[in-house]
């Protein structure tokens, strides 16, 4: 992980289960990273982009249905871009960006909705919460120029969704390394991927770059989904995710849902870092 010299940011140190109860970070990192590399036997064949990620998910497919209302949503978000904040500002062991290259905007964590948040982006959240099992979503703002170093997500046994909503002009030049897989994004193209697996990524334009981001379970089989449980519901009630929901609630002002369409009839988703980049060969 990048250093930093304010104390506590970019740095390992404890986790915190209640406000007296912790355990060391690193080494709890590093035991579900050996646990993802068994489960990723169970996963499903990953990455996948395009039309292969929502055949093989397609309740996925909800995104697109309301693509012009989540780009509406984003368009007023933006115009509290100032307010947004950088990822370690929400969660300081997360330091992959220095400065606030990376903005996150937090609509869910480990299953607790930012009520503060969902507010001001209502029609994203309606149609997020048509996927079931989603543990965490959030609007991942990247600045032309930055790069988000190597790293590995510990919560095995989780599928992550990049839904893109602005992307460059030269979209190859924005890209991501993602278990030895090259992608870069385009607007409304989904990439599915296992965030266990080393990926980092690329701006190389001077663009901003938007993706929605969404974590969800990834239905488990017995044993292993034991084991996946177990972890997701010490992580989600423990002291140190909910600070970082309380951090990551910032307040924009609510925006008004759009309004339905009128028909005649019919029924209408820790992090652990690594400092050298994966090799691979552009595609």
């Not at 397609?58 to 950088?86: F, Q, R, T």
């Not at 990551?248 to 400092?275: C, D, F, L, N, Y």
């Amino acid at each position: 992980m990048q250093a930093s010299d304010t104390p506590g940011i970019g740095q390992k140190g404890r986790f915190y289960l209640t406000k007296h109860i912790w355990v060391p970070q690193e080494p709890i990192e590093n035991f579900n990273l050996r646990m993802s590399d068994m489960i990723l036997r169970r996963m499903p064949k990953l990455p996948l982009g395009g039309e292969d990620a929502i055949r093989k998910f397609p309740v996925l497919g909800e995104l697109k249905k309301s693509h012009d209302k989540i780009k509406a949503d984003l368009e007023y978000l933006l115009s509290h871009h100032d307010e947004i904040p950088a990822l370690h500002e929400v969660h300081p062991r997360d330091l992959y960006v220095h400065g606030r290259a990376w903005r996150t905007f937090l609509l869910k964590i480990w299953g607790h909705e930012i009520k503060e948040n969902t507010a001001a982006v209502p029609d994203t959240y309606e149609a997020i919460s048509r996927i079931p099992g989603v543990h965490t979503a959030l609007f991942s703002i990247l600045h032309g120029g930055a790069e988000i170093t190597p790293h590995r997500g510990s919560a095995a046994g989780v599928i992550r969704f990049h839904y893109p909503l602005i992307v460059p002009k030269e979209p190859e030049k924005c890209w991501m390394e993602a278990g030895g897989h090259h992608f870069f994004w385009e607007e409304g193209v989904p990439i599915v991927f296992d965030d266990t697996r080393e990926h980092w990524v690329k701006n190389q334009t001077e663009e901003t770059r938007v993706v929605l981001i969404i974590d969800f379970d990834a239905n488990m089989p017995f044993p292993v989904n034991l084991f996946t449980t177990l972890r997701y519901n010490l992580i989600r009630h423990s002291t140190e995710v909910l600070a970082v929901r309380e951090r990551a609630a910032i307040g924009v002002p609510p925006r008004p849902k759009s309004p339905s369409p009128t028909v005649s009839q019919g029924v209408i988703s820790m992090a652990s870092h690594t400092t050298t980049p994966v090799s691979v060969e552009k595609k």
